[in-house]
């Protein structure tokens, strides 16, 4: 399975501004899709679950909330909106209107020294008479987003949840830049117990012999390793990534491991 390059949505702090790059219509003000790395690199297939099932053409639904891949890693950062699906014979087309940081974290949230930096986690809206983008396929789609929604302008909160498998920024600094997301490296985790304060995870680690099979990474004292993540830190978390806990049907030795969606695992993991 070969990601391609895909479509973003670059935001300026005042949401005034939008620029679309969408690989399949270039439309208006979209240009070309820029090179990445999964341009050179072959993501490999899952060894159990068809994690392709979950973006099959009848899954779509006007009103859903979708990640899509972003130029800059290849990794489902963005959010976007879908207003119309149009089926044809086994074509799709796909109209979206991606979703806009609203800039309202809490006070006592960290943020980026980098006002262009991507935020995965917080608060968004569609924005008001945002330009359609159109698509052909599900190629730039990682999974569907299930948003809480708040308020009466309809914003969408999306934060890590119980049970979901997440990135974090190894290393995270407020200093990291947009420009740096290519040579990023990533820590992966289970989401164990979120409260208004803070949200424990599970460290996850790679299973020998398998390209997308995780496991929770223990200590040497053979318990999990864990961390609490302070609220005031929810930049921390890049991305989700989409997830299968395997059971003995899978394989008697891999059950309570998860199968996670290859391309949304960071690349340096399947190299």
């Given amino acids: 399975v070969k990601v391609e390059s895909t479509a973003k949505v670059n935001l300026d702090r005042s949401n005034l501004v939008e620029k679309k790059k969408d690989p399949v219509d270039h439309i208006d003000d979209v240009s070309a899709p820029s090179a990445s790395v999964a341009d050179s690199f072959e993501v490999p297939d ?18 859903q909330i ?17 207003k119309e699906v149009r089926r044809i014979d086994s074509t799709i087309e796909l109209q979206v209107i991606y979703l806009t940081g609203c800039w309202r974290l809490p006070e006592k949230i960290v943020r980026w020294d980098d006002e262009d930096m991507i935020i995965s986690c917080g608060r968004f809206k569609v924005k008001p008479n945002g ?9 730039s789609i990682s ?42 490296e990533y820590d992966i985790v289970e989401v164990t117990e979120e409260v208004d304060s803070w949200i424990d995870v599970s460290f996850l680690e790679k299973v020998s012999g ?21 609220r005031t830190e929810l930049l921390k978390f890049s991305h989700k990534i989409p997830a299968f806990k395997l059971t003995e049907e899978h394989d008697s030795n891999l059950k309570g491991f998860w199968e996670l969606d290859p391309g949304a695992i960071p690349v340096h993991y399947l190299r």
Avoid at 74 to 80: A, D, M, R, V, W
């Fill in 46 to 63: 899952p060894s159990f679950y068809q994690f392709d099932d979950e973006r099959s053409h009848e899954k779509f639904e006007a009103g």
């Fill in 66 to 82: 979708w990640a899509f891949y972003g130029d800059e890693d290849e990794l489902p950062k963005y959010y976007g909106q879908i």
């Fill in 131 to 139: 330009k359609l983008c159109t698509y052909h396929n599900t190629n």
């Fill in 143 to 184: 999974h569907q987003v299930h948003a809480s929604v708040v308020g009466k302008n309809k914003y969408y909160e999306i934060y890590p949840r119980v049970g979901e498998i997440w990135a974090l920024y190894r290393g995270w600094t407020t200093k990291l830049k947009r420009s740096d997301l290519k040579n990023c």
């Fill in 210 to 230: 398998y390209s997308s099979v995780f496991k929770c990474k223990l200590s040497s004292g053979g318990t999990k390793m864990s961390m609490t993540i302070d």
